[in-house]
C-alpha cells in the first residue's frame, strides 16, 4: 500500500515511516497541515495515518496559517474535495468529543496514543479490506496472495519479487479481476522526485508475466484502461 503518515513528532513519524517501510509499502511523510494538505492533494494514496494535533505551517498570510492547527483541517478538506482515501486517526487526545469530532469530519478509524505498531498495520489490513472488498487471501490459479504475511506463493512455494514487481502485482491481485490503470499504477509506484514512466512499467509487467507462466494466473492488457490479473484458459482456476 501507498501510505501518507501525518504526525508532527519527529521520533514518532520517524519510527512510523521504518516500520511500514520494513513491511513493504511506500510511505510519504508530512508534520504539519500545509504539508499534508499538499501531500495529499497532488498523490493518491491507500490509506492515511492522521494526527490530530499539528502545526499549521505553510507561508506566512495563507489560509492555512490562519486555519485552526488540526488534522481535522486536512481531512475535511480531502472529504470536501470527494477524496474517500481510508483515514485512520492517531492522536493522544482522548476526549470522547473529539473522537466524535474526528469521526464526523470523516475519519473511517480511530486509535490512541500510546498504540502498537502491530495494531496500526493489523487496521490498515482492515480498512483496505473494507474499502476494497478484499479478503486476507486472494487466489488466482496456482498464484496465491496472502496480504496478512505480505507474501506471494506460486504452488505453494514462496516467491521472491523485487520491491515494485511486488508492489504491481499486489496491486493488480487487490483484489483480482479489477482493471487498473496505468495511471495508477504509475502514481503508486512513483516518489515525488521521481515519476514512473510507461515503458519502466511495462517492462515490470513483462517481467512478472514470465514468472507467473505455468501458474494459470496471466496479467492481461486492455487497451486504453490498463492491467488485470486473471485465470488463463485451460489453466487451473479457469472457467
Sequence with gaps: MRILVVEDDDVLR????????DAGHRVDAAASVAEAHHFWSVQPFDAVLL?????????????????????????????ARGDRTPVLVLTARDRTEERIAGLDAGADDYLGKPFDLAEVEARLRALARRTLGADDRAAVGALVLDRRARRFTLHAAPVELPAR???????????????????TLSDKLSDFDEALGDNALEAFISRLRKKLQGSG?????LRGLGYMVEPEAGGPGAP
Excluded at 520517524?14 to 517501510?21: A, H, K, N, P
Excluded at 514487481?165 to 495511471?183: H, I, N
Design 217 to 221: 494466473a496471466g496479467i492481461r492488457t
Design 51 to 79: 494526527d490530530l494535533n499539528l502545526p499549521q505551517g505553510g507561508s506566512p498570510g495563507s489560509a492555512l496559517t490562519s486555519a485552526v492547527a488540526s488534522g481535522l483541517t486536512v481531512l475535511r478538506a480531502a472529504r
Design 14 to 21: 520517524g519510527v512510523m515511516l521504518r516500520s511500514l517501510t
Design 165 to 183: 514487481e511486488f508492489e504491481v502485482l499486489w496491486e493488480l491481485m487487490t483484489p483480482p479481476g479489477r482493471v487498473v490503470s496505468k495511471r
